[in-house]
């Protein structure tokens, strides 16, 4: 029977009462109004099994605590169960300690599909994090279905080959890739994700990283007469969206459908990486801000946007570049969600073990995942309200295949859950580890992750012969 010790991410507050409780057992829920969002409180007896929860968030992430209790067994898709399973009674009173606690997935550099895509919310899910910030096109593709401009993803949505790893000299793989999502397919997501307390992030990348975008619609980008191919390389594009008002036009066409899809208040439009930008790039990401605005939504972007001056509203940037940009968001009056690249970038390499496949970016343990600490050095205690939370990123050059997305993932994600769940106070990587070997990792293996082995990767998790480039 696994104990209140083998909670991943460790609650704010149990305590044990004496006996154990025969499971199943009836559940009885009840709301409260005095917990905090999306809290709950757990009360195990010999007889029952009591939640009471904040909302319906709450409740979730109290079955999901009584999921980890009853064993890895309650991880599987169906029961194996014949013999007993007591749980330990007390009582468990817990919340989170951000509103924020996200992950994005990058479909565009690598399709996932829809089926690969659910199995990850419910990753997320018995996690406990709640936003999936899908990102959904870049230079490399286009994955979602704009019924009245079908080419985004009949020509945005393929690619004739891919890089391979970080060569000196460009190397390619040779095989197309590709896909997309229809509406239906993404409300599917939106719907399941909702299920499990999580929300969608759609992201729309605008002015840069939208070379499928003009693949597909050669006005859109800088020279109409030039037919540009979906990229095949890794890397930033210079090809930037023009910026003249029929494009801006074209996208908040764009914006509305997606808006139509999600439902999240926030929705992410990019505004990373643009070579070369003009004032007139400038206006356009005012522009789209406005149109999200006028649909009563929030918009999310990269920290370059702090940059971009006289923003029509308040934005939520992600800082990604280092947490400087977090520091000056909120001091400008923006909410901020912490996703500096020096901490939290899954693509980047595990270790410096010589079989880490194709090792990229920073150095990112698990033990740096663990230490991460999401209000920054330097922000000023009254800015702290701004802070909504932070968010892991993984980015797909490297990550070709589910397999490969797991590898780089977990178990740092299980890592970083407890890091935007549970209280700093008592942060000890020495007690985390013995409880994620022990327990957690179970859990997982339970669930089919094929995540990175502690020691190191299986020798089928390697790709010898494909370089990486470390920074
Ligand atoms: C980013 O990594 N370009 C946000």
């Known amino acids: ?6 909670l991943l991410p460790r609650p704010v507050e149990v305590v044990p009462t004496a006996g154990d409780c025969a499971w199943p057992a ?3 829920v009840h709301r409260v109004d005095e917990l905090p969002a999306e809290g709950y409180r757990l009360e195990i007896t010999p007889g029952s099994v009591v939640i009471s929860a904040a909302d319906d968030s709450g409740e979730f992430y109290a079955r999901q605590t009584l999921r980890q209790l009853i064993g890895p067994a309650a991880f599987r898709s169906a029961s194996i169960h014949s013999g007993p399973v007591t749980l330990p009674c007390g009582v468990v009173t817990d919340h989170p300690r951000f509103g924020w606690r996200g992950c994005l997935l990058d479909v565009a550099r690598n399709f996932r599909t829809k089926a690969e895509v659910l199995r990850f919310v419910d990753l997320l899910a018995a996690h406990k994090l709640n936003v999936l910030n899908l990102h959904l096109t870049d230079d490399q593709g ?3 279905e704009v019924p009245r401009f079908p080419k985004l993803t ?3 949505g393929w690619r004739t080959e891919s890089m391979v790893g970080r060569h000196d000299e460009p190397v390619r793989d040779g095989r197309p890739h590709g896909g997309f999502y229809t509406g239906d397919d993404l409300r599917e997501i939106v719907a399941y994700a909702a299920e499990r307390a999580v929300t969608v992030v759609p992201e729309v990348d605008i002015p840069g990283h939208a070379r499928a975008a003009i693949a597909a619609y050669p006005a859109l980008g800088p020279n109409p007469d030039e037919r540009l191919e979906v990229w095949t390389s890794w890397g930033i594009s210079t090809s930037l969206l023009n910026a003249e008002e029929s494009t801006v036009d074209f996208f908040r066409a764009v914006f509305d459908e997606v808006c139509s899809i999600f439902p999240s208040p926030v929705i992410a439009l990019g505004g990373d990486e643009v070579p070369g930008s003009t004032e007139r790039h400038s206006r356009f990401i005012r522009e789209i801000i406005e149109h999200l605005h006028g649909h009563g939504r929030e918009t999310l972007c990269w920290d370059e946007v702090l940059d971009v001056g006289d923003l029509p509203h308040p934005v939520v940037i992600a800082s990604w570049q280092g947490e400087e940009a977090g520091v000056r968001a909120a001091a400008g009056g923006h909410d901020v969600v912490m996703c500096p690249e020096q901490h939290v970038y899954l693509d980047h390499r595990q270790s410096d073990h010589p079989d880490e496949p194709i090792p990229v970016g920073y150095l990112h343990t698990l033990e740096d995942i663990y230490g991460y600490e999401p209000v920054p050095l330097g922000m000023p205690p009254a800015d702290e309200v701004r802070l909504r939370g932070a968010q892991a990123q993984v980015w797909t050059e490297h990550l070709d295949s589910a397999r490969r997305v797991d590898y780089a993932s ?5 890592a970083f859950a ?3 769940w549970s209280p700093a106070e008592g942060r000890d990587y020495a007690e985390f580890l013995p409880r994620l070997r022990e327990h957690h990792v179970p859990r997982l293996d339970a669930l089919g ?8 990767p299986h020798p089928w998790q390697t790709r010898p012969g494909v370089p990486g480039r470390a920074r």
């Open 418 to 420: 407890e890091v935007v």
């Open 449 to 456: 992750v094929e995540y990175r082995p502690l020691d190191g």
């Open 410 to 414: 977990f178990p740092r994600l299980s």
């Open 1 to 6: 029977m696994p104990g209140f010790d083998s």
């Open 26 to 28: 009836d559940v009885v």
């Open 154 to 156: 009949e020509v945005g």
């Open 142 to 144: 286009w994955r979602i």
